[in-house]
């Protein structure tokens, strides 16, 4: 998945320091990010490649191993050119990019700062806010209020009957592969019951023996995303949500399309089970 960069190391620690010239420096507009390619690499600005003068309007994001990365403020990320060499590319790079490190600071950083991006004003009482030094915050210069980057916790399901999977088409979106069943928990809920009524709710099944795979942070969609298998429980007829879903059928497991990607916990899950596990 897209997050597993092992044997490399991703410190989430927030520390206040100084970019050095191999530092990496990402720069969004939108849904668009600063990058070229070089053969079959994927290269963002290097902190080297800016005049002195970005220095001050740089903020600390991450670092993976030894490599520091780092982004424009909010507020300057539409002042700062871009290095020679380099161009705007649309965020599904995101989903390409090599190394798979790369990859992943990529995704993360653009969560950032669409996070940084939404909280340049106070949420309480309006007034502008400011970048904390010792923690990774947005604090609002009149009121005090502290804000931390919000992320969604969100359930993968993969449901089991004998040798078929519950599989889904999502409606009105470019992804328009076989899927599994997900949503967002909501307030006062557990993963477990999560599962249970957003299978209900798409699909009009319920399931039974829910245990959990794995999770996977989702930058994409600033989700925290959990994975369940879990079984059918009575009645197989499918009623599905045409609001959110397309198409949804049990699928034998010779018919499950091998996956196309390897960065995604819902085609990893959807390839345990076509190989013959359920996530034991």
């Not at 191993?65 to 590319?89: H, K, N, T, V």
């Not at 989702?218 to 599905?240: H, N, Q, R, V, Y």
């Not at 959110?244 to 010779?254: F, H, I, K, N, Y």
Request: hydrophobic content about 35%; overall charge negative.
């Amino acid at each position: 998945m897209i997050h597993e960069i092992f044997p490399k190391e991703y410190h989430v620690e927030y520390t206040n320091c100084e970019p050095g010239p191999g530092d990496t420096v990402f720069m969004f507009n939108g849904d668009r990010v600063c990058c070229r390619q070089e053969e079959q690499d994927t290269v963002f600005p290097k902190f080297g490649e800016f005049p002195d003068s970005i220095k001050a309007s740089l903020v600390y994001l991450f670092s993976i191993d030894d490599e520091c990365f780092f982004m424009p403020s909010a507020r300057d990320a539409g002042l700062i050119e871009p290095p020679e060499g380099y161009e705007w590319q649309e965020q599904n790079i995101f989903r390409i990019a090599k190394p798979r490190h790369v990859a992943f600071a990529a995704v993360t950083a653009q969560e950032l700062y669409l996070w940084y991006d939404s909280r340049k004003y106070c949420g309480r009482c309006g007034a502008e806010t400011r970048h904390s030094e010792t923690e990774r915050a947005c604090i609002c210069a009149e009121c005090g209020l502290t804000e931390y980057p919000k992320i969604s916790p969100v359930v993968i399901v993969a449901v089991m009957n004998g040798d078929s999977l519950l599989v889904t088409r999502y409606r009105g979106r470019p992804y328009n592969r076989y899927a599994l069943v997900a949503g967002f928990a909501e307030i006062g809920e557990s993963l477990e019951d999560t599962v249970r009524r957003e299978v209900h709710e798409e699909t009009g099944v319920r399931v039974k023996n829910i245990k959990y795979y794995k999770s996977q942070p989702w930058g994409f969609t600033s989700t925290l995303l959990s994975g369940f298998f879990c079984e059918l429980d009575g009645d197989p007829a499918i009623k599905i949500d045409e609001s959110e879903l397309s198409e949804a059928v049990w699928l034998p497991r010779g018919d499950i399309p091998p996956a196309d990607s390897d960065i995604a916990l819902t085609a990893e899950m959807m390839e345990v089970f076509r190989t013959g596990g359920a996530g034991d």
